[in-house]
């Protein structure tokens, strides 16, 4: 670097802090102060290391960069602008109404992949994107996240940490902005350099410790990143927060909030000023690679046969990736037990194994899904719970994943309450732009799984761990947004899904012996559900009794509830009202009070 590329990247650092400032004072409100810290880091890498093709942000052969640290956007659109993607006007939109200059940034933001603002969510999601780039996508591209120091307490962080030293990823570079200040003080290591890359030697990282202002310095350190073997590269820089401002660097209580006197700033700054950078593009076109289509042949099963939903789900999933180059399969060290390992096995260079670590394969999925993959992710429903911010976020991403729970309910049996699920589909269905399906059958479970493939958005699936009877035969359809009429009848209407289907069905026997006919639903669309179809049985019969194998919070019950708002009938919501223990399948349905003695007694209770 000789000295005019060095009085350069000076130059455009400033700018980059001032522009940071200017957006800020324009809103009213933002992290200045975060952005200034990591100034000299995105600048060298804007300027001299950074391969995007500025022209086509959908250039495949594109290098990623992930803002962990998503409270520094105001660095990311000074960035932008700087590279000639938004113009200082645009800039100056930061957190308005209508601007996509959002507070965080969000994939309406060219060469935004994902949302990030959660703390600990970008660099497990930049893992999942050299994942792609190295086995799935096979190109060339890197990975770079920019993460704070204090999100290095939280655990997905170390997931992530643990994930890609484990997979040798040499195409992640994490730049690690050591300013020391937290939102309410100082960090758990401040400015001990040797406190972070010990922990993260540990964990198979190449670790580069550098002052993070020295704009020389960094290059070499980039340079080293991009060159490294086998291994990805940290590079854990010590900086200063609200750098270059005497009023707010290095200093508590600045966090989060702009500078009080942002001219006197600017001022000290040395002013606004014009500087582009010409960002060097990729070094030849690419093409991803891409795995052969098929024909969709799905598993099929004989009506009366008793086959559990989650064998189903694995068997349809293996079809579906005969079917589809596109479906990719994540696991969380349980693929025997979700079945999952009928897809490893028919296509194990799509299967990808993350062991415990719930956050870092949902993380995964979404960085397949930004290439353009379709994943499908599967663990037990009750563990999904620890990843639902990743879930949340996968949401605000706009990202379409494919989440599956398997051990759902009290059905499991001995296994007791730790293994159940029974938060899960009251979880999804408070996701925005959610679909959540219930299957029953065999039948019906696979061809929802081959459905949620074109779908958009998070899509969540729940199977059951016992064998439960075929109901459907193999050609039925089962329209997403719809439901199955299994029985009519003129005194009430039985609306379940799942397991609780069968012990439906069991209880309009047992009350057709008392006299009483009932309507029995399938409501295997929780997410969106039937409510015109609802409305329709619910006004012919005057009263519904609805059944799930889940809390009795959020779930089926409560979604039957919102349809039947402007239509109100009787409703008795039977769901699982206290802390399971261990018993069998059939005795945990009696003790939860939803197996078909239970229903039964519901309706006669209303009739009466």
Known sequence: MDELDYRFLCELAAQLRVDSVRAAAAAGSGHPTSSMSAAELMTVLLARHLRVDVADPANPANDHLVFSKGHASPLLYAMLKAAGVVTDEELLTFRRRGSRLEGHPTPQVPFVDVATG?????LPVGVGLALTARRLDRLPYHVWVLCGDSELAEG???????????EGLNNLT??????RLGQRGPTRHGWDLGAYAARLGAFGWHTIEIDGHDPGQIDYALADARATRRRPTAIIARTCKGRGVSAVENREGKHGKPLEDAEQALGELGGPRALTVEVTPPDAPATPYRYADGALDLPRYEVGERVATRTAFGEALAALGTARGDVVALDGEVADSTKLEAFAKAHPERFFEFYIAEQQMVAAAIGMAARGWTPYAATFAAFLTRAYDFVRMAAVSRAGICLVGSHGGVSIGE?????????????????????VLYPCDANQTARLVADMAAMEGVRYLRTTRGETPVLYGPDEEFPVGGCKILRTGGQATVVAAGVAVHEALAA???????GVSVTVIDAYSIKPLDSAELVEMARATGKVVTVEDHWPEGGLGDAVLSALADAPVPVRKLGVSRMPGSATSQEQLEDAGIDRGAIREAVLSLLR
């Open 118 to 122: 959660s703390l600990g969510f970008g």
């Open 156 to 166: 997905s962080m170390w997931e992530a940490f643990e994930h890609a030293g484990h």
């Open 174 to 179: 994490v730049i690690i902005d050591v300013n």
């Open 415 to 435: 296994d007791g309450p730790s293994q159940m699920g029974l938060e899960d589909l009251a979880a999804f269905r408070a996701v925005h732009g959610s679909t």
């Open 508 to 514: 309009a026997d047992l009350l057709a012996e008392d």
